[in-house]
């Protein structure tokens, strides 16, 4: 048998009237279709009604369907082959219901309502066909209308339809597109807003806009009748020029002035951000699309870092000018001593100078040291029950000298009983002398210092008041901030560095207290520091201070070795030993420590670190594995004075580690105790 589909047989030959005898595929189909089992019977029987709907039909490239008769025979052609799908060709001349008995519950009562002789259209009808073997969601839009035989009576029902799947399922997609933009339009951290038309009328905003300009009734209204405090700022004229010229805007850390609650004042905003114009498809402006970010934060970090920066370089005159100061006169005492026409009061003249400036730069070394390490948190408090007021007495007979040298009345006013608290001695005294130093130093001359120690529940205060030149108001919200100071003279005859404060406050928290500082009625300041008091009842008793028995008699010297390259502190500090009456050898390097310890056998050997042929740390290695020197004691000598540092020495083999300068009381303390121990 021939394929229907492709039927050559011609209407005329097949007995076919000629309104079969076009229509492609479908008419063909037509042609060749066996009607004698149809309801419908041959072609030619047909009612006029339905040839000419038929013919119509089949010319028209436009999807149709027509069902007759009793059954509702279905006929279509060409164009609706595409909607049936793999219904395609069973369905010619089958029942309507038949065919489409999936969706017949939807078209019907459509279809009843075209067989009474209503005619309707509907349009992206959703419909669940199965055309393919499966299901599968379909929208037409389509019109069913009555089609009436020779007597006028209904005897089909015609369908112009067009499938809208695509364009529906476009429409969905193109809506949640927007639903997902307008999502993440809204959610965006920066802010955004489209303004239209020359006014600048507000369209839309998303959240982030409304939050920084603190107002949320913005779409619909111009520019300056929603922000009307933002006149005069230069904003709106800037979108006057975008809209006119065409031409995009970027700012950036622009201040903007805005309030941000009704009645609110004016708070000081800085935005990074575009004015973009928006374009209509002939290339006129007609809009203007907003984009940017609130940096505010960003604005007062950089501020911030600004003035550290500027902090640093007054700092770092500063610590230039403090530096030089001492070494003047140490250069012209040392010049002096050299050219040896001194007398015994000059020599003794020169030397006091040396060592009290000095100490004075060892004294500013160390406050960048402790700032340092106390900042870093790596300073250990050696805590042990003290009594306040003695602590107060030990930072005052530190600062009598200067309160003495300018003259100044001192009232002091302890508690009259015990104050005990838990702290480290050295430290809650470098603590109180700071402070009194500076009420001392920035006090003029015959001014008036007071200080009070009050004792209240489980707290005890310290205050510090003078009739002094005070503090800005400006500074002093600052004036415990590292290398903060107020102003100070070009000469900076007051000295310091300007970290002395921001010790203080580190130090006093470690100790669990608290430091403050304010105007003092009238003239001056007043410094409060506060801190935990113990229960009145704990034991106050102090340990004595290590190194007290100056009354001892002095043992017989030892054999010391010092290596340094510093070839001056060498000698210098081998001088001073000697004097002390110790037998001392000194050497420059490693190999000439090695030789000098396996021949003279020191008790006490002093070791640089940084050495021209080894480090400190290997010499000290090679010094344990020597039997002669085995048992002597090793103290390392060095600028590295952080804890690391300390560890490598103790595992190197040293006993004692020292930052340069060394302390000399402290190096006395180690000959004793290595004396006492050989008795």
């Given at each position: 048998?021939?394929?229907?589909?492709?039927?050559?047989?011609?209407?005329?030959?097949?007995?076919?009237?000629?309104?079969?005898?076009?229509?492609?595929?479908?008419?063909?189909?037509?042609?060749?279709?066996?009607?004698?089992?149809?309801p419908?019977?041959?072609p030619?029987?047909?009612?006029?009604?339905?040839?000419?709907?038929?013919?119509?039909?089949?010319?028209?490239k436009?999807?149709m369907?027509?069902?007759?008769?009793?059954?509702?025979?279905?006929?279509?052609?060409d164009?609706y082959i595409?909607?049936?799908?793999?219904?395609?060709?069973?369905?010619?001349?089958?029942?309507f219901?038949?065919?489409?008995?999936?969706?017949?519950?939807?078209?019907?009562?459509?279809?009843?309502?075209?067989?009474?002789?209503?005619?309707?259209?509907?349009?992206?009808?959703?419909?669940?066909?199965?055309?393919?073997?499966?299901?599968?969601?379909?929208?037409?839009?389509?019109?069913?209308?009555a089609?009436?035989?020779?007597?006028?009576?209904?005897?089909?029902?015609?369908?112009?339809?067009?499938e809208?799947?695509?364009?529906?399922?476009?429409?969905?997609?193109?809506?949640?597109?927007?639903?997902?933009l307008?999502?993440?339009?809204?959610?965006?951290?920066?802010?955004?807003?489209?303004?239209r038309?020359?006014?600048?009328?507000?369209?839309?905003?998303?959240?982030?806009?409304?939050?920084?300009?603190?107002?949320?009734d913005?779409?619909?209204k111009?520019?300056?009748?929603?922000?009307?405090?933002?006149?005069?700022?230069?904003?709106?004229?800037?979108?006057?020029q975008v809209?006119?010229?065409?031409?995009?805007?970027?700012?950036?850390?622009?201040?903007l002035?805005?309030?941000?609650?009704?009645?609110a004042?004016?708070?000081?905003?800085?935005?990074?951000?575009?004015?973009?114009?928006?374009?209509?498809?002939?290339?006129?402006?007609?809009?203007i699309?907003?984009e940017g970010?609130?940096?505010?934060?960003r604005?007062?970090i950089?501020?911030?870092?600004?003035?550290?920066?500027?902090?640093?370089?007054?700092?770092?005159?500063?610590?230039?000018h403090?530096?030089r100061?001492?070494?003047?006169?140490?250069?012209?005492?040392?010049?002096?001593?050299k050219?040896?026409?001194?007398?015994?009061?000059?020599v003794?003249?020169a030397s006091?100078?040396?060592?009290?400036?000095?100490?004075?730069?060892?004294?500013?070394?160390?406050?960048?040291?402790?700032?340092?390490?106390?900042?870093?948190?790596?300073?250990?408090l050696?805590?042990?029950?003290?009594?306040?007021n003695?602590?107060?007495?030990g930072?005052?007979?530190?600062?009598?000298?200067?309160i003495?040298?300018?003259?100044?009345?001192?009232?002091?006013?302890?508690?009259?009983?015990?104050?005990?608290?838990?702290?480290?001695?050295?430290r809650?005294?470098?603590?109180?002398?700071?402070?009194?130093?500076?009420?001392?130093?920035?006090?003029?001359?015959?001014?008036?210092?007071?200080l009070?120690?009050?004792?209240?529940?489980?707290?005890?205060?310290?205050?510090?008041?003078?009739?002094?030149?005070?503090?800005?108001?400006d500074?002093?919200?600052?004036?415990?901030?590292?290398?903060?100071?107020?102003?100070?003279?070009?000469?900076?005859?007051?000295?310091?560095?300007?970290?002395?404060?921001?010790?203080v406050?580190?130090?006093?928290?470690?100790h669990?207290?608290?430091?403050?500082a304010?105007?003092?009625?009238g003239?001056?300041?007043?410094?409060?520091?506060c801190?935990?008091?113990?229960?009145?009842?704990?034991?106050?008793?102090?340990?004595?201070?290590?190194?007290?028995?100056?009354?001892?008699?002095?043992?017989?010297?030892?054999r010391?070795?010092?290596v340094?390259?510093?070839?001056?502190?060498?000698?210098?500090?081998?001088?001073?030993?000697?004097?002390?009456?110790?037998?001392?050898?000194?050497?420059?390097?490693?190999?000439?420590?090695l030789?000098?310890a396996?021949?003279?056998?020191?008790?006490?050997?002093?070791?640089d670190?940084?050495?021209?042929?080894?480090?400190g740390?290997?010499?000290?290695?090679q010094?344990?594995?020597?039997?002669?020197?085995?048992?002597a004691?090793?103290?390392?000598?060095?600028?590295?004075?952080q804890?690391?540092?300390?560890?490598?020495?103790?595992?190197?083999?040293?006993?004692?580690?020292?930052?340069?300068?060394?302390d000399?009381?402290?190096?006395?303390?180690?000959?004793?105790?290595?004396?006492?121990?050989k008795?």
């Amino acid at each position: 048998m021939s394929d229907p589909r492709t039927p050559t047989t011609s209407a005329t030959e097949a007995g076919m009237p000629m309104f079969l005898s076009g229509g492609g595929e479908a008419g063909a189909l037509m042609r060749a279709h066996d009607w004698s089992r149809s309801p419908l019977g041959h072609p030619t029987g047909w009612p006029q009604a339905l040839r000419t709907v038929v013919a119509l039909m089949l010319d028209s490239k436009f999807p149709m369907f027509v069902a007759w008769g009793e059954q509702l025979c279905f006929l279509y052609n060409d164009a609706y082959i595409e909607i049936l799908g793999d219904k395609h060709p069973s369905s010619l001349g089958a029942p309507f219901r038949q065919i489409w008995a999936e969706i017949w519950d939807d078209i019907g009562p459509i279809v009843e309502r075209a067989l009474q002789g209503e005619g309707t259209w509907w349009e992206k009808l959703p419909l669940l066909m199965n055309r393919h073997g499966y299901d599968e969601e379909t929208w037409f839009t389509f019109s069913y209308s009555a089609v009436r035989d020779d007597s006028g009576a209904v005897g089909g029902v015609y369908c112009a339809c067009v499938e809208a799947t695509e364009q529906v399922l476009g429409e969905r997609y193109r809506k949640e597109e927007n639903e997902r933009l307008m999502t993440l339009f809204e959610q965006a951290p920066g802010i955004i807003a489209v303004l239209r038309g020359p006014q600048h009328v507000f369209e839309i905003t998303n959240k982030s806009y409304l939050e920084l300009i603190g107002r949320g009734d913005l779409v619909g209204k111009t520019a300056r009748d929603a922000l009307p405090e933002v006149e005069g700022q230069g904003f709106f004229e800037l979108l006057d020029q975008v809209y006119t010229s065409g031409e995009p805007f970027v700012g950036h850390g622009v201040p903007l002035k805005v309030a941000r609650a009704p009645d609110a004042p004016l708070e000081q905003l800085y935005v990074d951000f575009v004015y973009q114009p928006i374009r209509d498809p002939y290339g006129t402006v007609v809009g203007i699309f907003v984009e940017g970010s609130d940096v505010t934060p960003r604005k007062h970090i950089e501020d911030e870092l600004r003035a550290a920066n500027r902090q640093k370089d007054q700092f770092l005159a500063m610590l230039a000018h403090e530096l030089r100061n001492p070494l003047a006169p140490i250069t012209t005492a040392a010049h002096l001593l050299k050219m040896g026409t001194l007398d015994a009061k000059g020599v003794r003249n020169a030397s006091e100078i040396i060592a009290r400036q000095a100490e004075h730069m060892t004294s500013l070394v160390n406050d960048l040291l402790d700032v340092s390490r106390v900042t870093r948190g790596l300073v250990t408090l050696e805590k042990e029950e003290l009594d306040l007021n003695e602590v107060v007495a030990g930072a005052l007979e530190q600062v009598r000298p200067l309160i003495e040298a300018r003259r100044h009345a001192l009232t002091m006013e302890l508690s009259g009983e015990p104050v005990q608290v838990l702290g480290d001695r050295t430290r809650l005294v470098q603590v109180l002398s700071n402070i009194l130093n500076n009420a001392a130093k920035y006090t003029p001359s015959g001014g008036q210092i007071a200080l009070r120690v009050i004792p209240h529940g489980d707290r005890v205060t310290v205050t510090v008041t003078d009739n002094g030149i005070g503090i800005e108001p400006d500074v002093l919200p600052y004036i415990f901030d590292l290398f903060t100071q107020a102003e100070r003279t070009p000469d900076r005859s007051q000295g310091g560095l300007g970290i002395g404060l921001a010790l203080v406050k580190s130090l006093i928290m470690l100790h669990g207290g608290t430091v403050d500082a304010r105007a003092a009625s009238g003239r001056g300041s007043e410094f409060e520091i506060c801190v935990p008091r113990l229960a009145a009842n704990a034991d106050t008793t102090a340990a004595a201070p290590a190194g007290e028995a100056q009354g001892a008699p002095r043992q017989a010297g030892l054999r010391v070795l010092v290596v340094d390259d510093n070839r001056d502190a060498a000698e210098l500090l081998g001088s001073v030993l000697e004097v002390l009456g110790h037998t001392v050898a000194v050497e420059y390097d490693g190999r000439g420590a090695l030789v000098r310890a396996r021949r003279d056998r020191p008790q006490v050997m002093l070791l640089d670190i940084g050495l021209p042929d080894t480090d400190g740390y290997a010499l000290a290695r090679q010094m344990r594995a020597i039997p002669e020197v085995r048992g002597a004691v090793l103290v390392a000598l060095t600028g590295y004075g952080q804890p690391e540092d300390q560890r490598q020495a103790i595992e190197a083999g040293f006993d004692h580690h020292l930052v340069k300068p060394a302390d000399l009381g402290r190096v006395t303390d180690i000959l004793a105790q290595v004396q006492a121990a050989k008795r």
